[in-house]
C-alpha cells in the first residue's frame, strides 16, 4: 500500500484497503504542515465547522472543514498524503466532540424558571442560537456582534461562561432578597 495523495485516493475505484488499515491510525493534529488550535479559531468559524460537520456528504464539504480548521488552501489539502488525512480527520471529530461536550456541561441551564423561559416562546431563539451569546457580550463591551464573533475561540467561551455564573448568581440572589 502506498501513501498516495487524497487526490489520487479519491479517484481509486476501490478504496477499501485504504480504509481498513487507515481508520486505525491514531489523531494527529497535523495536517499541509499545519496544526488546528481551536482555542485561537475564530469563534464564528468554530460555530460554523460544529454546524457544518454533520452536513458534509462529499469531498467539497470535507475540503473546506479542513481549509478552515488548519488554515490551508485547496492546493495543500488535495496534495496532503492519505496517512495525513486519516489521522487529522479523526483528530478533528475527537476535538469538536471534545468542545461540544465541554460547552454543553458548561452552558447548560438549570434554571428552575426553564419551563417560564419554554413557555414564552425559547424555541423561537433556537435558529439565532449561534449569535445570541455575541449579541450579549457585544452589549457588554459595547462591540459589534460579528467583530465579538471574529475573536478567539478560548476568549470567547471564557466570557459566556463567566457570564453564565454571574447571570446564575444574580438571579439566585434576586430570589433571596425578593423572598
Given amino acids: 500500500m502506498k501513501n498516495i495523495t487524497l487526490k ?8 477499501l484497503e485504504y480504509d481498513l488499515i487507515l481508520e486505525h491510525l491514531k ?8 496544526q488546528m488550535n481551536i482555542h485561537t ?4 468559524n468554530v460555530k460554523y465547522c460544529i454546524r457544518l460537520l454533520p452536513k458534509i456528504t462529499d469531498w467539497n464539504g470535507i475540503r473546506q472543514l479542513f481549509e478552515i480548521c488548519f488554515d ?3 492546493k495543500t489539502f488535495w496534495k496532503a498524503p492519505i496517512t495525513d488525512f486519516f489521522a487529522a480527520r479523526k483528530f478533528v471529530v475527537e476535538e469538536f466532540a471534545r468542545i461540544i461536550a465541554i460547552e454543553n456541561k458548561l452552558l447548560a441551564t438549570m434554571s428552575t424558571d426553564s419551563h417560564l423561559w419554554d413557555m414564552a416562546g425559547a424555541d423561537k431563539l433556537k435558529p439565532y442560537s449561534d449569535t445570541l451569546p455575541l449579541l ?11 467583530d465579538v464573533g471574529r475573536k478567539p475561540y478560548g476568549e470567547i467561551f471564557s466570557l459566556l461562561a463567566q457570564t453564565k455564573a454571574q447571570n446564575e ?6 430570589k433571596l432578597v425578593s423572598g
Avoid: S, W
Avoid at 489520487?8 to 478504496?15: A, E, G, K, M, Q
Avoid at 489523531?27 to 504542515?33: L, S
Fill in 41 to 44: 479559531m475564530p469563534y464564528a
Fill in 8 to 15: 489520487h485516493y479519491t479517484r481509486l475505484r476501490d478504496t
Fill in 136 to 146: 450579549q457580550l457585544g452589549k457588554q463591551f459595547g462591540q459589534h456582534p460579528f
Fill in 169 to 174: 448568581v444574580e438571579n439566585e440572589y434576586r
Fill in 72 to 74: 490551508i488552501d485547496e
Fill in 27 to 34: 489523531p494527529k493534529n497535523n495536517f499541509g504542515g499545519k
